[in-house]
């Protein structure tokens, strides 16, 4: 009978150990499944996720892009 009791408390602890990190880390194992999802999905396209309209570089006249123009009093020292 100790043994049958033992063997109920061992599982009972593996299932509560299970469940907590399932709760503590949801948000992580989320994401990770999702992603084994999409690579086990064979219709899956990686290339039909991509943002044409997301700007990938940084603007080369960053005043100029934020719709702050450059004062004209502006010294410029020559050489």
Do not use: Q
């Amino acid at each position: 009978m100790a043994a049958l009791t033992t063997a109920l408390i061992a599982i009972a602890a593996v299932a509560l150990g299970w469940c907590t990190i399932e709760i503590a880390c949801k948000p992580c194992l989320e994401k990770g499944r999702e992603a084994i999802d999409r690579n086990l999905n064979p219709d899956y396209d990686p290339d039909d996720n991509t943002d044409t309209t997301a700007t990938l570089h940084a603007p080369l006249n960053p005043d100029k892009a934020e719709g702050v123009a450059a004062s004209s009093s502006t010294v410029t020292k020559t050489v």
